[in-house]
């Protein structure tokens, strides 16, 4: 979903899938710049060929080290849908992606200051007949689904 969430968004850390394990991990770059960086040297950013690298740590298993990233492909909060990926940089962002999907016609009052990410959020994510179904996709990538079953 490149094409709705500008890259100007993809600042770390971003959570993204292990590549050893597969559960939650820490994406971090070092720098505070929007991936992809051009460098020319160590401290020159505006050059060079697009660098998506970083360091990973996962949260679950021993994984440490660099990682060349791909975006949204390791994305850890993300949902397919109609054939379109629905990615968040982080659970903090899904859990607000949900609030507005399930808001339905009350959604101005949550948009606020998040315009800039919510309004990117594709139409086929928001239509009120699929809403039912992306809200379950969500919560199951939140672990909400499990939450909710041990009740
Ligand atoms: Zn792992």
Sequence with gaps: ????YE??????????RCPACGLEARFETGH?????VRRAGKR???????????EVRCLS?????????????DSYYAIEHGGQTLWALDRE??????????????????????RRILSRIPALFLDA????????????????????ARR
Aim: proline share 6%; glycine share 8%; with cysteine.
């Design 44 to 54: 020159h950013f505006e050059a060079g060929a697009p660098d998506w690298s970083g």
């Design 7 to 16: 890259y100007p968004l993809l600042v770390a850390p971003l959570s993204i």
């Design 93 to 114: 962002m899904m859990v607000l992606i949900r609030r507005f999907v399930a808001a339905g016609a009350d959604r101005s009052r949550v948009q606020g200051e998040n």
């Design 32 to 36: 505070s710049h929007a991936l992809p």
């Design 1 to 4: 979903m490149t094409e709705l």
């Design 129 to 148: 007949k699929s809403r039912d179904e992306v809200v379950r996709k969500i919560d199951k990538v939140l672990g909400l689904d499990r939450a909710v």
């Design 61 to 73: 298993c021993t994984k440490m080290g660099r990682h060349e990233l791909s975006w949204p492909e």
